[in-house]
């Protein structure tokens, strides 16, 4: 097991440096510099002193010179600068990172053990009523664009009905637990939905492949109730194509979680990617993009471990 995970691991690294590389060029090929922001604007400003400030913030030289130098920064720990935020670009990242970590967080709390309940009750007697109602759900949770749900539930809890408030973060920091969440309430409710239809399917598929398996029947043949042979012995082998899901589904996720952070006024980690990539923000930009990237590489290797855990035979 520690091997298998040293090997993962390894195999991740490489990714990110690789990838570090490659965003770090297709950013320094777009139109502009970072310092263009600073110009603009300012009458002071001559052709020979914006050549000097090039000089001086190394824009002027290779890219694989100034990728060198930006790599050697970034171990010490230097970011960069934000031209769009006037702020360092830890001190952008970190909330908008907790902000996204929450959102996320509460859409797996939830949607995860709601797809393995339904997809269960659903595979229990295929083609039933029950089944065709969370075939229904499901595939509604699929089609159903997430910007559409999001502004009717808004029109009906908010506008209509005031349950909730419509935005997704509380306009002062000095509020109660209690708000906060009545505030995350809508936004979550959005995600899970986006993002427990295919859960659901993948569940219900491979817990009937499951259930027809000479082990189950032998389990039921021992007597075991038939709560002990879905939960201890069906599930558990029926989990790794949902893990599989999850794992290739969170980029999925986390694009999604832009269209929600924007339509509820919740500044996190992908309407930071936006606004950076909008206002030329290219140290910004950057960090955020290579930060999904690992966000999604762990999640992998999570789904990695996972599949050790469920199946021991995958770490031969």
């Not at 690789?18 to 052709?47: K, Q, R």
């Not at 000479?214 to 939960?231: H, M």
């Amino acid at each position: 097991m520690l091997k298998y995970s040293i090997s993962r691991l390894a195999q991740a690294v490489l990714v990110v440096c690789v990838m570090s590389f490659i965003l770090f060029v297709v950013i320094g090929l777009m139109p502009g510099d970072p310092l263009e922001a600073m110009f603009e604007g300012n009458p002071s400003m001559t052709p020979e002193l914006m050549a000097q400030m090039r000089e001086l913030y190394g824009v002027d030289q290779p890219l694989v010179v100034r990728y060198g130098n930006w790599v050697a920064a970034a171990v010490q720990g230097d970011l960069g600068y934000s031209s769009l935020y006037f702020r360092p670009v830890f001190a952008v990242l970190l909330p908008a990172m907790l902000q996204t970590a929450k959102l996320l967080g509460l859409t797996l709390l939830f949607s995860v053990p709601l797809a393995m309940i339904l997809g269960t009750l659903a595979a229990r007697k295929p083609n039933g009523f029950i089944d065709s109602v969370i075939g229904v759900f499901s595939f509604a949770a699929i089609s159903l664009p997430n910007f559409w749900v999001a502004l009717l539930l808004i029109i009906l809890f908010s506008v209509n009905l005031g349950w909730f408030p419509a935005s997704g973060t509380p306009l002062s920091n000095d509020v109660s637990f209690w708000v906060k969440l009545q505030h995350m309430v809508l936004p979550v409710t959005v995600m899970v939905m986006f993002h427990v239809g295919p859960l659901i399917r993948y569940v219900r598929a491979s817990m009937i492949e499951t259930l027809s398996a000479d082990f189950v029947r032998t389990a039921r043949a021992k007597g075991l109730t038939e709560k002990a042979v879905l939960v201890r012995h069906a599930l558990r082998n029926a989990l790794i194509p949902m893990v599989t899901a999850l794992a290739l589904g969170f980029g999925h996720l986390f694009s999604g979680a832009l269209v929600i952070e924007t339509i509820f006024g919740m500044f996190g980690m992908g309407k930071m990617i936006f606004d950076a990539i909008s206002n030329v923000d290219f140290n910004l930009a950057l960090i955020g993009l290579l930060l999904a990237i690992i966000v999604v590489l762990i999640s992998n290797f999570i789904a990695d471990l996972a599949y050790a855990v469920l199946d021991p035979r995958i770490t031969l």
